[in-house]
Nanobody, 115 residues
Framework: QVQLVESGGGLVQAGGSLRLSCAAS????????MGWFRQAPGKEREFVAG????????SYADSVKGRFTISRDNAKKTMYLQMNSLKPEDTAVYYC????????WGPGTQVTVSS
């Protein structure tokens, strides 16, 4: 089993940037495709970005394409989400998980973008 802890969220003005981290415990992190997901108040959790086990392939939701960049460092068992040109509609709790989501969800990290 892999346990996940997200960090790096915060309050930022529109147009600003944040870098999220997802730290994984367990020996098998590098075996899994991973992804970032988010849940805004009153909405269902949605896919944001995904990355293959090697990091060689990435995918993005249309709403973040060109603004967010996903990456991973398997040696550090850590995945990242660089978020640039943030918009108020990016406000949400951000989570990481395998794709498909097969691990227990972590606590998430709150991202708040003010206008």
């Amino acid at each position: 089993q892999v346990q996940l802890v997200e960090s790096g969220g915060g309050l930022v003005q529109a147009g600003g940037s944040l870098r999220l981290s997802c730290a994984a415990s367990g020996r098998t992190f590098s075996n899994y495709a991973m992804g970032w997901f988010r849940q805004a108040p009153g909405k269902e959790r949605e896919f944001v970005a995904g990355i293959s086990w090697s990091g060689g392939s990435t995918s993005y939701a249309d709403s973040v394409k060109g603004r967010f960049t996903i990456s991973r460092d398997n040696a550090k068992k850590t995945m990242y989400l660089q978020m640039n040109s943030l918009k108020p509609e990016d406000t949400a709790v951000y989570y990481c998980n395998a794709r498909p989501a097969s691990f227990d969800w972590g606590p998430g990290t709150q991202v708040t973008v003010s206008s």
